[in-house]
């Protein structure tokens, strides 16, 4: 068995114009202080990577790599959900997806997926380059806008988006392969893949591309109501990412899984910080480390109540507790008895 290395942490939620959450040096030696051993580096901002560059050039990702390691940390992945949202948008999302593009493709949707699926493609190579195998994304949706079967979805019309998303992911997933990386897909509401259905959907049509793998979450599927646990037991030889997230579902007479609507304060299901959801973390790092999961444990933090800064100093701790120092002896081998051919053929009655 692995030991889970960690903890990182995601970088997107912290970034900011401010020291030190305003460049690559900075914000690494603030997580180093921490207590963090890795950075999930998202790919939009160039303060922190300019991700065309480190797609071409061994020596800039050498150079980004030697910034991270002098704040004695690693690079855990390299992160493109909102790229990888614009691979596929349904049109009735195109004016709020088009602040996820750089401003010349606004408004022009081909040009803007285009310019997604170039990133996608880069992010293999820097990933490459950086030696990491595992990259985190999200799939974007063309069907999210019919997740709910009313009005009556017409024949077909299923089939044929996941057909398409398909199309678009397979010449990704094989520039993926041939850099020898994960593409690992964050099961999230939102995205035609959104639980383990879909995924299986998607996998079904890209021929269980040996590069379509997931980021497991288990704060997506507690909005859900889905079973977490049975979810790694279930695509454990999948799952090659993982952000510790918290949430917590409350329904009340009111609201549930939909949430009437409010913002997150006032949802039934919500994010929170490590400890202060309903997450049975010790049983998820119990099932990683028992299948042999071979990544990073990474705090993504998200909390409508909490304070960023106050969430990031408590999840280091609360993740390296939870990491399980795998054994290296049987606990019982006190009580054995050797090996006895002889013995054990008696004891088999022969």
């Known amino acids: ?28 030696e ?40 002098a704040a004695g940390l690693e690079i855990t992945e390299l992160s493109t959900h909102l790229q990888g949202q614009l691979v596929a948008v349904n049109p009735v999302y195109d004016q709020l997806f088009d602040g996820f593009a750089p401003e010349e493709v606004r408004g022009n949707p081909a040009a803007r997926q285009q310019w997604a699926v170039q990133q996608l ?51 990704i997933l094989d520039v993926f392969d041939e850099c020898g990386v994960d593409v690992c897909y964050e099961i999230h509401p939102g995205e035609d893949l959104h639980d383990g259905v879909s995924y299986e959907m998607f996998l ?18 507690v909005l859900q109501c889905l079973d977490y646990l049975e979810y790694i037991d279930i695509y454990h030889e999948r799952i090659r990412a993982f952000h510790v997230k918290d949430a917590e579902f ?20 919500r994010f929170r910080s490590l400890g202060d959801g309903q997450v049975n973390f010790k049983a998820i790092f119990s099932k990683l480390t028992q299948y042999d999961y071979p990544g990073w444990a990474v705090l993504e933090w998200e909390c409508a109540l909490k304070h960023p800064e106050d969430g990031a100093r ?37």
């Open 121 to 171: 493609k880069y992010a293999a190579q820097a990933s490459q380059r950086l030696g990491l195998t595992a990259h985190a994304t999200f799939s974007g949706a063309l069907l999210w806008p019919y997740v709910y079967p009313w009005p009556q979805r017409p024949a077909g019309l299923v089939e044929t988006g996941f057909t398409e998303l398909a199309r678009r992911w397979r010449p």
């Open 250 to 269: 409350n329904p009340t007479g009111r609201h549930g899984v939909y949430g009437g609507y409010q913002g997150w304060a006032d949802r039934a299901g």
């Open 204 to 221: 079904d049509k890209v021929d269980h591309h040996p590069r379509a793998c997931l980021l497991y979450d288990p704060s997506h599927f």
């Open 314 to 350: 408590e999840g280091a701790p609360f993740i390296q507790n939870h990491i399980i120092r795998v054994t290296d002896k049987v606990f019982d081998d006190f009580a054995a008895s050797g090996v006895d051919a002889a013995r054990n053929n008696s004891l088999l009655g022969f």
């Open 30 to 69: 603030w997580a180093a202080g921490l207590g963090y051993e890795g950075v999930q580096l998202p790919t939009l901002d160039s303060r922190f990577i300019d991700l065309k560059l480190a797609a071409e050039s061994q020596t800039y990702a050498d150079e980004l790599r030697g910034t991270v390691q």
């Open 1 to 28: 068995m692995k030991t889970i290395k960690g903890p990182g942490i995601f970088l997107a939620q912290f970034i900011g114009d401010q020291a030190p959450f305003n460049s690559l040096a900075n914000i690494c």
